[in-house]
Nanobody, 123 residues
Framework: QVQLVESGGGSVQAGGSLRLSCAAS????????MGWFRQAPGKERERVAV???????VYTGSVKGRFTISQDNAKNTLYLQMNSLKPEDTAMYYC?????????????????WGQGTQVTVSS
């Protein structure tokens, strides 16, 4: 059974930084796409950053140059380093995964989800 457990959310002022972590367990596929989605109140869940088993990374335009996705395979942990945070980054952030290397944009393509961690950025 695949489990994804996020941590690291919190409240920061604009310009601050946070690092999210996603500990994965039970994931046996050698091919995968894993990443971060976020959902603000009243908005659709959107892809923030993903990484495939081939090492390919994709970022949504609004976070390019500010967020960095990385993974520690030895710890089965995915990270999202978020710098220069803006109030519009405020959302619930979710870790997600699918069992092949195709990193689709739509959240419906991802089979596995964590419970989410809240990120709040104040101006």
């Amino acid at each position: 059974q695949v489990q994804l457990v996020e941590s690291g959310g919190g409240s920061v002022q604009a310009g601050g930084s946070l690092r999210l972590s996603c500990a994965a367990s039970g994931f046996t596929s050698s091919d995968y796409c894993m990443g971060w989605f976020r959902q603000a109140p009243g908005k659709e869940r959107e892809r923030v950053a993903v990484v495939s088993s081939t090492g390919t990374t994709v970022y949504t335009g609004s976070v390019k140059g500010r967020f960095t996705i990385s993974q520690d395979n030895a710890k089965n942990t995915l990270y999202l380093q978020m710098n220069s945070l803006k109030p519009e980054d405020t959302a619930m952030y979710y870790c997600a995964a699918r069992s092949d290397r195709w990193c689709y944009a739509g959240f419906t393509f991802y089979n596995y989800w964590g419970q989410g961690t809240q990120v709040t950025v104040s101006s």
